[in-house]
């Protein structure tokens, strides 16, 4: 299981410095967003610019790629991996008629055909060939992608529903964006490709005239829209498949995969399961069956491999976490936010969830520093530091060296489970040629120093491991490495009680 990063503006900010230290901390894949309205000519224009191709990268401002040139080529140069997400919103001329205020929500009704061109002038531009204009060398290929963000949420994607929220909207506007982008990947070169579809919110509003134009869409609903069957998970029929852009009739549903293949053939299926916050990660929201958050995830699976059935399909497709993190009061103090503290003990407990679960392809963590926004009354305190750079107290050191145990209490002489990940473990032994070793180590309960128990040698390629051990009496557990040529870092510190 790979670990996605999004670092946000900090990493267009400071590209070279942001990626070391990802790099350091053992990410494996960074998010790279393509904001759509940030590369196109004449954004705020409700005119479409005279003779403009959006398929050629070169008609794009040289500036307006920079940005996204620099950080590819940077991640890549330190064999870190990128996920390219393309999103919105659109540039003003690309949006659809009836926005309520065109100019604050672009994102009304995207064309389709536009966002077509755009994805396959990013494709050109990163199929490996591409040299733009003055360079002496090809930009590098990248080969995973994410298509849109969010489209289950209003203000990513709109409208979300129609005839008093009755009549799912966003769903369709999402199948037609994924149509046009998959086959602008193709006609780019990225045929093969890792392409990632969904990217949902993890949660939506279902009381009241909800979600309108702009709130949220629960995602499991927005799921079952997009792959046009009700809520028995059986295609739709008549006009309710009509006013849901999907076919009204058996023949046509026997040929809906064939003409979405996007829906069916992506690499995976991506979403945001964000916790709830103070409630620990393993707890499902009451009364919202169509959450889709860390502990429902079983739930999204499981609609998912129906909707297949329901199209003569045995496929299981791959889940990817791609945006993921615990806010945290300080700096917020509304009711989502915890104390750091408790953030590391639950982001540990979450990464050892998605482990767990097979289908789960990639755990991420949603930014490394707060946004300069961040403060008491919101701000996505999500980072691993506060703004400015410190550290969060406990969080970033479980980050980089994870360590859960599912139970902490026993008898003496019992075993318990003991599961970590070394995140940067992997480059370390790419860089030096030797396996790495991790280090469990135990501090008996009135003792003053810790002592290693057990070496563990990593095979897991992303540096995880799952160990039964015995400890003599109750005290304290933490794991401890060292990064080639020093210094050691430890993980947070787990009690043991044992009777």
Not at 217 to 239: E, S
Not at 336 to 344: E, F, S
Request: proline share 11%.
């Amino acid at each position: 299981m790979e670990t996605i990063f999004e670092a946000g503006p900090q990493l267009t900010a400071a590209p070279a410095a942001t990626l070391d230290t990802l790099r350091r901390l053992g990410v494996d894949r960074v998010r790279v967003y393509v904001r759509w309205s940030s590369l196109a000519p004449d954004p705020s224009s409700p005119t479409r610019p005279a003779g403009f191709d959006g398929t050629d990268p070169a008609q794009y401002a040289a500036a307006n790629w920079a940005p996204i040139d620099t950080v590819i080529r940077l991640a890549l140069a330190r064999r870190m991996t990128v996920d390219v997400l393309i999103g919105g919103p659109p540039p003003l001329w690309a949006s659809g008629p009836g926005s309520p205020q065109p100019a604050l929500h672009p994102q009304w009704r995207p064309s389709a055909a536009e966002y077509g061109a755009l994805v396959q002038a990013v494709g050109r531009r990163y199929s490996g060939s591409y040299r733009p204009p003055g360079s002496a060398a090809p930009l590098p290929r990248v080969d995973f992608w994410s298509i849109w963000n969010e489209p289950n949420y209003g203000p990513d994607l709109a409208p979300q529903a129609t005839d008093h929220s009755q009549v799912e909207v966003s769903p369709l506007l999402y199948r037609d964006l994924l149509d046009a982008a998959w086959g602008a990947l193709a006609a780019s070169g990225h045929g093969g490709d890792t392409v990632l579809i969904g990217e949902t919110a993890p949660r939506g509003i279902t009381v009241g005239n909800q979600p309108g134009n702009f709130s949220g869409m629960v995602p499991l609903r927005f799921v079952r829209a997009l792959y046009c069957v009700d809520a028995q998970l059986r295609p739709l029929r008549g006009a309710a498949a009509i006013a849901r852009g999907c076919p009204p009739t058996a023949a046509g549903s026997a040929q809906f995969p064939k003409l979405h293949p996007a829906l069916f053939q992506a690499s995976g299926f991506a979403d945001h399961p964000y916790p709830q916050g103070r409630v620990p990660p393993n707890v499902p929201t009451p009364g919202e069956p169509d959450y889709a958050d860390l502990p429902a995830l079983p739930r999204l699976e499981q609609t998912l491999d129906q909707v297949f059935r329901a199209y003569g399909s045995s496929r299981r497709i791959a889940i990817y976490d791609t945006e993921f993190g615990y806010q945290t009061d300080p700096p917020e103090t509304i009711e989502r936010a915890i104390d750091p503290r408790l953030a590391a003990v639950y982001i540990n407990w979450s990464e050892y969830l998605h482990w767990r679960d097979p289908r789960v392809r990639s755990f991420d963590q949603y930014l490394l520093e707060d946004p300069p926004n961040a403060g008491p009354s919101g701000g996505f305190a999500s980072g691993l530091e506060f703004k400015g750079g410190t550290p969060k107290p406990t969080l970033l050191d479980a980050f980089r060296l994870a360590v859960y145990l599912p139970v902490a209490s026993g008898r003496r002489g019992q075993s318990l489970e003991v599961w970590g990940c070394v995140r940067p473990a992997r480059y370390a032994q790419q860089d030096t040629g030797r396996t790495q070793h991790v280090e469990i180590q135990f501090k008996q309960s009135g003792a003053s120093a810790f002592k290693t128990v057990k070496s563990i040698a990593l095979s897991d390629p992303y540096g995880y491991f799952d160990v039964d051990q015995a400890f003599p009496a109750s005290g304290a557990l933490r794991l401890a490495w060292s990064y080639p040529g020093g210094p050691a870092i430890f993980s947070r510190t787990v009690l043991i009680t044992l009777r």
